[in-house]
């Protein structure tokens, strides 16, 4: 067998291992792996980064880091659907015995489209306000980690995600560059109608 898919699928049980022996370390990952908590955390970390602010200059700094990671999910998840579409890849609890404590999805794990969008938006804020990019890096990270600890994606189907996720938010914030004044009045007219 190919050496790297045996050291992903050693990585997977490595990790999988843990799961099953405590209720409180299954519980902790069982509300990470899932659908909601860290994309409904990212997102409420978000929505209070773009109203808050000492003044109008770092409110509007925000404001323009929220801005270049909302166009950096859509881009990665774009990337994520095309490369899905060229190429499938199956999951390990498909070919490993796995503790999941997830349901099974049935698409691509090639690339991990958490790792994708959430690197997408812990990067679009980074530049922005360094603390809630290393808050939502944190949360991405572990995010990632009990996918693959549940045998969910393999490591190398993350470090692919990963990667989208940077090429995203470089193209995001090369876009918003170009499209130069449409985001400064978009900002206005938020601020206009008093959601800015």
């Known amino acids: 067998m190919n050496p790297l898919l045996d050291l992903d699928a050693g990585l997977v049980a490595w990790l999988n291992q843990a799961l099953g022996r405590s209720p409180a370390l299954d519980y902790l990952v069982y509300l990470l792996v899932s659908d909601y908590f860290v994309p409904v955390a990212m997102s409420l970390w978000l929505l209070g980064l773009w109203l808050s602010g000492a003044s109008q200059e770092e409110r509007e700094r925000r404001q ?105 938010t470089i193209a995001a914030g090369l876009v918003l560059r170009v499209m130069e004044p449409i985001p400064t009045w978009l900002l206005r007219w938020a601020r206009y109608w008093h959601l800015a």
């Open 64 to 168: 323009r880091g929220v801005l270049r990671a909302a166009l950096a999910l859509g881009f990665a998840a774009l990337l994520v659907v095309i490369c899905n579409h060229f190429y499938f890849r199956e999951r390990p609890f498909v070919h490993q015995a796995v503790t999941n404590l997830l349901y099974q999805p049935t698409d691509s794990s090639f690339p991990a489209n958490p790792a994708a969008v959430s690197l997408a938006l812990a990067i679009g804020v980074w530049r922005a306000h360094r603390r809630s990019g290393l808050a939502l890096l944190t949360l991405a990270f572990l995010w990632v980690l009990t996918r693959v600890m549940n045998g969910v994606y393999y490591p190398s189907d993350v470090l692919a995600g990963a990667g989208m996720g940077v090429v995203a």
